[in-house]
């Protein structure tokens, strides 16, 4: 019926200079696939898909090319919206402007915009698992997801790396400096290497602005200096004895494995990763292999009587070479020899509902209970008020890095001859109950 009013071509392309004028309604009556000219704006026209879906199309030669630009669908886009869009194109197109080219122009700017349009939750996880493969353990991972989850994601996690100013950094880590500083300073380094990833990843420019030096630290008071801030929760030297004692009456794989960090002053991660290939029994060393070490340096520990003593108890797998085995001759995780100490303040027994009692092993400066990585502190505690043994000797017994001035002195050799009669003596006085007025002095080798 419409025949006589419009030009339809159905299946060929047939450019128009103008077609006769159609109305809103005899627009809205094109139902039967084709592409009909509607006049008004040379090359206009709506096209109608076997689908039923109707969309306005503008055909027009631009620098010698034949261009079909879409306007949008019909009825969003009405008759005289399309007149007008139609009418704006050509005009850009008489000014030297390709519509197609421009569109794809604008779509590849924004692809290249959101490609670097990267929040700090983003980059943190891509972060991580470029990171991940270079790791100690899946307990470093965790640690780091934790941490930024529980603190950094509130406040920047949805925040685009570029926008990320130092009152945003400090806005996460102020609330926790001096209640958490241990964790907030660690947040502060996590915060920074990612911030750091995301610069030479392009996402970012400028200053990294969890940075310490010359930004944070004129905000923030310095972590050793900070109240709250402390080493890991630790028995006093006094009760160490005591402790060792109770310990002894602990059965399994991890009381012994903990019985052995204390003896040696070293990391949980140490003495639970020791493997007998590690130990000689006879000269009474262990030598850690870098790859096990935190500083990435292989370190001798002597071995005291006691601890050669303990590990001549202790039982050997023919398809394991670990010292301190879980039941399934695997490597025991760090949880459980924390869990040993939780048994010990009868933590293990309470049921769900119950009070837990207050911890017979705890550090009287905050009341919490004591955790393996204390024993540390208190070794080191010991060697400073009751023996004259140097400080730099106490530090290479944790495996610490010794300062510059005392390295050049002292770092031809490992003092190992000097450690050695230390942690015999650490090893005695763990063995009875604390005397006071006892101070150990340097015993020479011969």
Request: overall charge positive.
């Amino acid at each position: 019926m419409l025949g006589w009013m419009l030009e339809r071509n159905v299946g060929r392309t047939k450019m128009p200079k103008i077609a006769k004028e159609l109305g809103a309604l005899a627009v809205s009556r094109l139902t039967e696939p084709g592409f009909y000219s509607v006049g008004k704006v040379a090359g206009l026209a709506l096209n109608v898909s076997p689908t039923g879906s109707r969309s306005w199309i503008l055909r027009a030669m631009v620098g010698g090319k034949r261009r079909d630009i879409g306007l949008g669908a019909y009825p969003a886009v009405s008759l005289k919206d399309a007149h007008e869009k139609a009418q704006a194109k050509k005009d850009e197109i008489v000014s030297g402007i390709d519509p197609v080219l421009a569109r794809k122009e604008a779509a590849s700017r924004l692809r290249a915009a959101q490609a670097v349009e990267v929040t700090f939750e983003e980059a943190a996880k891509r972060y991580m698992n470029a990171k991940a493969a270079g790791w100690k353990n899946a307990k470093h991972r965790d640690q780091w997801k934790n941490t930024l989850a529980e603190y950094a994601y509130p406040v920047i996690g949805k925040m685009l790396v570029r926008h990320i100013h130092k009152e945003h950094v400090f806005q996460v880590l102020e609330p926790i400096w001096t209640t958490k500083t241990e964790t907030a300073s660690r947040l502060r380094g996590r915060i920074a290497n990612v911030l750091d990833w995301a610069k030479a990843s392009g996402f970012r420019e400028g200053d990294n602005p969890a940075e310490w030096r010359g930004n944070l630290k004129h905000r923030l008071s310095a972590p050793s200096e900070t109240k709250g801030g402390r080493n890991q929760p630790a028995l006093p030297f006094e009760r160490a004895a005591e402790f060792m004692i109770a310990l002894k009456d602990m059965s399994g794989s991890a009381a012994r494995c903990l019985e052995f960090a204390i003896l040696t002053a070293t990391r949980s991660g140490e003495a639970r990763g020791a493997t007998w290939t590690e130990i000689n029994l006879k000269d009474r060393v262990w030598t850690i292999p870098e790859g096990r070490m935190k500083a990435k340096k292989e370190h001798r520990v002597p071995l005291s009587p006691a601890a050669i003593e303990l590990l001549n108890a202790m039982p050997r797998f023919d398809d394991c070479d670990l010292v301190f085995p879980s039941p399934t001759l695997k490597l025991l995780s760090d949880m459980t020899l924390l869990a040993v100490i939780k048994r010990m303040n009868g933590v293990a027994k309470i049921k769900p509902g119950h009070e837990a009692p207050k911890p017979v092993w705890f550090d009287p400066k905050n009341g919490d209970a004591v955790v393996p990585h204390g024993f540390r502190s208190t070794f080191r505690d010991w060697v400073a008020d009751l023996t004259a043994y140097p400080n730099h000797v106490a530090e290479m017994a944790l495996a610490h890095t010794i300062g510059d001035a005392v390295e050049k002195s002292y770092r031809r050799g490992d003092l190992f001859d000097k450690r050695r009669h230390m942690m015999d003596a650490w090893a005695e006085f763990l063995s009875k109950p604390y005397s006071e007025g006892v101070v150990i002095p340097i015993q020479r080798s011969a």
